[in-house]
């Protein structure tokens, strides 16, 4: 089993920073992709970011140039740095990895969640 635990949501005002961190635990050979996705009440739950083993990232339109996602191999963890937040972005921010076990078995994994909220 693997394991995914979000930390660093919160409140902020609008402009302000922010930094999410996900770290993935458990029997894992290795980890393809690792993702932030996020869903606001009454919508449905979108990508935001999301980036490879060899480090390649792509990102929602709404987040290019103010959100950078990046992370560490060697500890199975991903970064979300949000920057000029908005309140658009106030939403519950997911963690996500394809992860390859001991058994050499794929299946996706997601964190329990964490609350971002922007006040304007």
């Known amino acids: 089993q693997v394991q995914l635990v979000e930390s660093g949501g919160g409140v902020v005002q609008a402009g302000g920073s922010l930094r999410l961190s996900c770290a993935a635990s458990?029997?894992?050979?290795?980890?393809?992709?690792m993702g932030w996705y996020r869903q606001a009440p009454g919508k449905q739950r979108e990508l935001v970011a999301r980036?490879?083993?060899?480090?390649?990232?792509n990102y929602a339109d709404s987040v290019k140039g103010r959100f950078t996602i990046s992370r560490d191999n060697a500890k199975n963890t991903v970064y979300l740095q949000m920057n000029s937040l908005k309140p658009e972005d106030t939403a519950v921010y997911y963690c996500?990895?394809?992860?390859?076990?001991?058994?050499?078995?794929?299946?996706?994994?997601w964190g329990q969640g964490t609350q971002v909220t922007v006040s304007s």
């Open positions: 996500n990895a394809y992860v390859t076990d001991w058994r050499m078995a794929g299946n996706d994994y």
């Open positions: 458990g029997s894992i050979l290795r980890i393809d992709v």
């Open positions: 980036i490879t083993s060899g480090g390649s990232t």
